[in-house]
């Protein structure tokens, strides 16, 4: 699903029981309808800790109601999307968290492209415009 699920918002800023409980459902509700289990997911740069110990569990389901999880795939998106998000602070190391036993949430990672002008005046955004040859040697580091 698009970001960041049911609608563009920042869920994890929303209300813990009301307003996120429903964004949950209805997210979920979307992936039954298009037939997938994963969606992009916004966060602005100081709130990933909160989602993560908060937010994205509740896509588990596995203590909270007898319903089948639809959810096991988030992929951030960090909000500006050159600030590096804290949570993942070793690029080499951590490219995934898995949270709640059932939920992988995929570390944040933009390719701009490889126009280096579109990464010049953004501080911290030359890794975003890798031209396909050192994209291609990064993916293949990978574990």
């Known amino acids: 699903l698009p ?15 009301s307003a996120q409980a429903n964004f949950i459902r209805a997210t979920e509700n979307d992936c039954r309808i298009l037939d997938c289990n994963s969606s992009v997911v916004w966060e602005f740069v100081f709130t990933w800790q909160h989602a993560i110990r908060s937010y994205f569990p509740r896509y588990a389901h596995a203590n ?13 998106v960090n909000v500006p999307f050159n600030v590096p998000v804290e949570e993942f602070w070793i690029p080499e190391l951590e490219f995934y968290k898995v949270l709640a036993d059932s939920v992988v949430l995929f570390k944040p990672r933009e390719w701009r492209g490889t126009n280096y002008t579109t990464c010049k005046g953004a501080p911290l955004s030359q890794e975003n415009c890798l031209s396909p040859k050192e994209m291609a040697f990064e993916i293949n580091r990978y574990p």
Not at 64 to 76: F, I, P, R, T, W
């Open 3 to 17: 970001p960041s699920g049911d609608l563009y918002a920042y869920p994890s800023e929303m209300d813990f029981d």
């Open 64 to 76: 909270e109601s007898a319903e089948k999880q639809v959810m096991y795939g988030l992929y951030a």
